[in-house]
């Protein structure tokens, strides 16, 4: 529900492969936008193997999700949304999913002891596409259209919507080398079955295409070498992904440590959509506003005991999203074990070091958390999921912030936010030059 508040990898072994690069000359929709009603031509090289089929493939993709649409809508932000029968969503191209229709609801969600207002589809996330009133008839899901400007914008069009493969190190904490850089509380030491917090949500500045602002909730499993597992979901900033600056709702998934499997959002097959009226990476509107209103939005995600899916929910008790399938995963998923052995919370920001000093980018509201209500970033009400099905306080969090000078993290416990954090900062600043 949203509310107004009271108050990413091990060192790879280097391998040299030669690659013809060959000029490919594409006629692409701008590269500036979801939608994009111009169109240009831009010149790119794509490697001679796995990228040219990799954009292959996504055009393709692009051509089934236009030909199944039903309804197409128009959003003001220059997104186009097409309506798709849910049973022909980009899912179910997976090749363990190929046939399959979405999963029914499951029958019981995760149990929690304090009364929680009842949420409804239209108060889990307001976004930009649904202010004109037109929404996605009932048995399809909204997809944001992918151009081939976005795939044009992307720095590696062989791993459009995927996360860097150097991700599973930042997972760690670890962005010494590879920028990655983060403020977070996170859990160790026990079997995680899921997670839930409330987070606000701000129009953080992003300085540089290649760099994106994220705040998210990470659900993982496994080694950080090869078979990491992880979901993920959230709100961020990305304008290589997205072309703009705003704050959109996105998801993630990877059972290879960001190797070759899983993507953002709807990128490939993967996450099953069942709801409607939520546009997963579409723009989320209105947002926090420094000193005003606090808009947050609560995040939980959970595994279905029975069915062994981990379902995302939006609001305390309202909107399910979809669900990530259990046979995606290893660690995760029906095998072994089955839950997981972190969980985590807070922001991530991207340095690229421009001009050999510190990005400017923001994490959160771009505000230290000694600011406080009103004007830092938060997540409260931080719960996890135990082996029973439970909602319960995230006991022993430990928050730790790689660069305190350029984002930094502070908690605390109590009242209706029960454990809670504040956290991000303005990067480059005369604390972090």
Request: hydrophobic share 35%.
């Amino acid at each position: 529900m949203i509310s107004m508040a009271s108050c990413c990898c091990c060192p790879i072994i280097a391998t040299f492969v030669s690659f013809l690069l060959i000029p490919v000359l594409v006629s692409s929709a701008s590269a500036t936008g979801g939608g994009g009603n111009g169109s240009t031509t831009a010149q790119v090289l794509l490697r001679s193997g796995e990228e040219q089929l990799r954009f292959q493939r996504m055009k393709d993709q692009i051509s089934r999700v236009k030909e199944a649409s039903v309804k197409t809508i128009q959003s003001p932000d220059g997104d186009v949304i097409d309506c798709v029968p849910s049973h022909l969503q980009p899912a179910f191209d997976h090749p363990k999913l190929r046939g399959q229709r979405p999963a029914d609801e499951p029958a019981s969600r995760p149990r929690n002891g304090d009364a929680e207002p009842m949420g409804g589809d239209d108060e889990a996330l307001p976004q930009t596409w649904r202010s004109s009133g037109e929404l996605c008839p009932e048995g399809t899901i909204p997809v944001r259209r992918t151009t081939e400007g976005d795939l044009l914008r992307a720095s590696s069009v062989g791993r459009f919507g995927m996360k860097p493969q150097t991700q599973s190190a930042a997972v760690r904490r670890d962005s010494t080398s590879n920028g990655h850089e983060h403020a977070v509380g996170y859990v160790t030491g026990g079997q995680f079955y899921g997670a839930k917090a409330s987070l606000n949500v701000w129009p953080a500045q992003v300085s540089s295409p290649a760099e994106f602002s994220l705040s998210q909730i990470w659900v993982i499993s496994g080694s950080f070498g090869n078979d990491l597992n992880t979901i993920e979901a959230g709100w961020q900033v990305s304008p290589e992904l997205y072309g703009d600056n705003s704050p959109r709702f996105f998801t993630y998934w990877t059972n290879d440590a960001y190797q070759e499997t899983g993507c953002y959002n709807l990128h490939c097959a993967g996450f099953v959509q069942t709801n409607s009226r939520v546009a997963i990476g579409a723009a989320i509107s209105p947002v926090s506003a420094y000193g005003g209103h606090q808009f947050d939005i609560t995040l939980l995600i959970w595994k279905d005991p029975k069915q062994g899916h981990w379902w995302l929910q939006l609001g305390p008790s309202g909107a399910l999203v979809g669900y990530w399938p259990s046979s995606l995963f290893t660690h995760l998923g029906s095998r072994g074990r089955g839950g997981a052995d972190m969980v985590q919370f807070g922001g991530e920001a991207v340095n690229t070091r421009p001009s050999g000093s510190h990005t400017p980018t923001q994490m959160g509201s771009g505000r230290f958390p000694g600011e406080g209500y009103g004007r830092a970033a938060y997540f409260r009400n931080v719960q996890v999921v135990d082996w029973d099905n439970n909602l319960i306080p995230a006991a022993g969090l430990r928050l730790l912030a790689d660069h305190p000078g350029c984002y930094d993290i502070a908690g605390g416990q109590g009242g209706e936010w029960g454990s809670y954090f504040y956290y991000g900062g303005p990067g480059r600043n005369v604390r972090c030059p």
